[in-house]
């Protein structure tokens, strides 16, 4: 069974490469699920590690439903992670309800090529994951992580077996989310071929700061922040008053 490590920084690919694991995702920020990583830290893993290298394409935090100029971006970075050397993408987008947006995650596929594509956990988020799984083969997708559309592939098991059997080899399901070596013999057991974990252990590196740069009003996959028009224009009203 491969081992896939989600890595969000220089430090946990390296430590995965060492500790045995057959591939990373990298990416950045995991408090948000992740979102597509800088291109120094790309280039920076795929200079130090010898194992595959797969990039999360994510343009932000969020929803998966994005605006044309986020799409650009999207279609731009898998052009950066192919020319550095990526062996492989993970990305999916999804319209407003929730369901596959077909004609763009196509899009994706094909500018990925000849990389291996994974769509990734919104997949947990589809309203009808067999016919979801039916569609992601029809457009190429290679690979699918996903928790069963549990807060756990543990408590989603049922489900991942439902689509591993749907599949038939046509994709690949990857068991994701809170697996550890407890829990790792069960998707074994099962017969999934690969599987997508964290293993992150969290570290106290310094005392807690007088002023903290967090702002947990930011923390929602139903929201997404820009910056205002009008809020940006009334303080540059009261600037000039």
């Not at 935090?61 to 605006?67: E, K, L, Q, R």
């Not at 046509?170 to 599987?195: A, C, D, H, R, Y």
């Not at 930011?218 to 000039?240: A, G, H, M, P």
Request: charged fraction near 20%; charge should be neutral.
């Amino acid at each position: 069974m491969l081992l896939e490590i989600c890595a969000s920084n220089i430090e946990s690919a390296i430590n995965a490469q060492e500790a045995g694991a057959q591939r990373i995702e990298l990416c950045q920020e995991l408090a948000v699920g992740g979102i597509t990583p800088s291109h120094g830290l790309l280039k920076h893993v795929l200079d130090s590690l010898t194992i595959p290298v797969f990039v999360l394409i994510r343009p932000r935090s969020g929803n998966f439903t994005y605006t044309d100029a986020e799409f650009e971006i999207m279609k731009q970075n898998i052009r950066v992670c192919k020319d550095l050397g990526a062996k492989g993408i993970v990305s999916g987008v999804l319209k407003i309800d929730n369901t596959i947006d077909l004609e763009r995650t196509k899009l994706l596929v094909e500018i990925s090529k000849p990389l291996p594509f994974t769509f990734h956990r919104a997949f947990d988020w589809t309203p009808n994951p067999f016919e979801a799984i039916k569609q992601l083969v029809k457009i190429g997708v290679n690979r699918v992580l996903t928790s069963g559309q549990e807060n756990s592939a543990e408590k989603g098991i049922e489900l991942l077996n439902q689509l591993k059997e749907k599949a038939q080899d046509q994709i690949t399901i990857i068991p994701g989310g809170g697996i550890n070596s407890t829990n790792t013999i069960l998707f074994k057991v099962n017969g999934f071929k690969e599987i997508h974990a964290s293993a992150s252990k969290i570290i106290t590196i310094s005392e807690i700061p007088k002023v903290s740069m967090l702002s947990t009003n930011f923390l929602s996959d139903t929201n997404v922040y820009y910056s205002d028009k009008e809020t940006i224009k009334s303080i540059i009203r009261s600037l000039n008053a």
